[in-house]
């Protein structure tokens, strides 16, 4: 369980496809990042809950499968690539985003950049599938990070653009400041949300 609180990026600095799944070794940006980090501990990266696999240094591994793949951004990354990361949720801390599962719904495709004079704009499409599950104002993961829907742009059939506002700060601590027109990301929608559209479709 996770917050949306993005709290480092990773640089992804090696790969390895194995059959269908790939290993990735990344290093935090934060030296320390990784103090009382494990084997077996589970990493939020770009809004994927993974595994650690190996801590090695200032580095860890993770291997993402072929149902990981189908679902997220995560095969798009390169030696290079920045991955937003975010440690579990301890059970007594602040819940400062909203409440995010780490298990990425769909991927969305950035159509336009706005920067404005003190912030920026994304706008994101994804499949008319997941029109329940938003709202205006509602919450959504985008990479991980925990963002308002600013505006629901357009809904067609097919599909629906969104509106989310980057702050300054938000900009600069994740690798929203590496998104470009046409990039995929990784959405998850919000669980209450979700839980809400399942129970009514059931009646």
């Known amino acids: 369980m996770f917050t949306g609180i993005v709290t480092d990026m990773g640089n992804i600095v090696a790969n390895k496809i194995k059959g269908d799944s790939i290993k990735f070794l990344v290093e935090p940006t934060i030296r320390q990042y990784l103090n009382g980090v494990r084997k077996g501990y589970s990493m939020s990266i770009n809004g994927a809950c993974m595994t650690v696999e ?21 095969g798009d990354l390169k030696i290079g690539s920045f991955v937003n990361l975010e440690k579990p949720m301890k059970i007594d801390a602040t819940l400062d985003g909203h409440i995010v599962q780490g298990h990425v719904d769909s991927t969305g495709i950035v159509k336009k950049i706005n920067q404005l004079k003190d912030s920026w704009e994304y706008f994101i499409e994804f499949s008319s599938k997941f029109r329940n599950n938003i709202i205006y104002v509602g919450s959504i993961s985008v ?10 742009v357009k809904e067609s059939k097919k599909s629906v653009l969104i509106k989310v506002a980057i702050i300054p700060h938000t900009y600069n601590v994740t690798n929203f400041k590496f998104l470009k027109p046409k990039d995929r990301v990784n959405l998850e929608f919000d669980m209450l949300g979700k839980y809400a559209v399942r129970l009514l479709t059931n009646k």
Do not use: W
């Open 143 to 152: 990479n991980g990070v925990s963002l308002t829907i600013a505006e629901i």
């Open 54 to 74: 190996a801590v090695k240094g200032h580095k860890f591994e993770f291997t993402t499968i072929n149902e990981s793949l189908s679902k997220t951004n995560l």
